[in-house]
């Protein structure tokens, strides 16, 4: 798993802002809080071209036919503190994509567990052979 240094990808990335809804009073129609995190996958020097592929193909729904990952971020009032929440939010879904996926272990079952599914399977078709008409 790679870990993706917060300064560096904050300066790979471009921030838009604009007016959110929510809680501020008066203060939501006048200050642009909301913060819209860009991000270009292809154009970013943090990854080599192996990780920038994986990227591409495990966050295929988020990214935009550009290549480019966007993250909303309208919680707080402050723009400052929305803009640290946003890159916080990137970096993890970047790096939850990198991290390499566990293969899966073939287990059988066990004897025991097989035993009590053939013994509940026996006494289910002992109260059905009740019910039939004679």
Not at 56 to 59: R, V
């Given at each position: 798993m790679k870990n993706i240094d917060p300064?560096?990808?904050e300066k790979e990335?471009?921030?838009r802002t604009a007016r959110s809804g929510g809680k501020?009073?008066?203060n939501v129609n006048k200050v642009e809080t909301k913060v819209v995190l860009v991000f270009s996958v292809a154009e970013s020097g943090l990854f080599d071209e192996n990780e920038k592929a994986t990227l591409?193909?495990?966050?295929a729904a988020r990214l935009t036919q550009e290549g480019i990952l966007q993250v909303h971020c309208d919680r707080e009032r402050s723009q400052r503190k929305n803009k640290t929440i946003a890159i916080s939010r990137a970096v993890a879904i970047l790096e939850k994509a990198l991290k390499p996926v566990k293969p899966r272990k073939k287990t059988k079952p066990t004897k025991a567990s097989v035993e009590k599914r053939l013994q509940d399977k026996l006494l289910l078709s002992?109260?059905?052979e009740l019910r039939v008409k004679i």
């Open positions: 300064i560096a990808f990335c471009t921030f501020g009073g008066q591409h193909q495990k966050l002992k109260k059905k």
